[in-house]
């Protein structure tokens, strides 16, 4: 295999690792609202932020991995690990979570 291919797989791979990190930490604020009561603006303020750390996160790897040159397959990589976690593992997890609601203490 060439040296130029296994380098589009690595980005490929690198890509979709970061479509599961970002849904890491969106999860991480779905808990977060889960535990403690947020009102409409401040999760819009919240999810403004998300956006915005997520399209540098996704600027960087394309900066830093591939020198600026902006592929839409990248793109679509770091969306379809996005989807991919949240259909297979975030559903899983907060399904759990339900589950074990009687065992911690939601404020509303």
Request: hydrophobic residues 55%.
């Amino acid at each position: 295999m060439s040296e130029r291919i296994r380098y589009e797989l690595l980005l490929t791979g690198l890509s979709l690792v970061m479509g599961g990190w970002l849904m890491i930490v969106y999860d991480s604020l779905r808990l977060l609202r889960l535990l403690i009561h947020h009102n409409s603006l401040f999760m819009g303020m919240e999810d403004f932020f998300y956006w915005i750390y997520a399209a540098v996160m996704t600027f960087l790897l394309l900066f830093y991995e591939n020198s600026g040159i902006v592929r839409a397959y990248i793109i679509a990589c770091v969306f379809f690990g996005m989807i991919f976690y949240d259909k297979i593992i975030s559903r899983n997890v907060f399904q759990l979570l339900k589950k074990l609601k009687k065992w911690y203490k939601i404020k509303r």
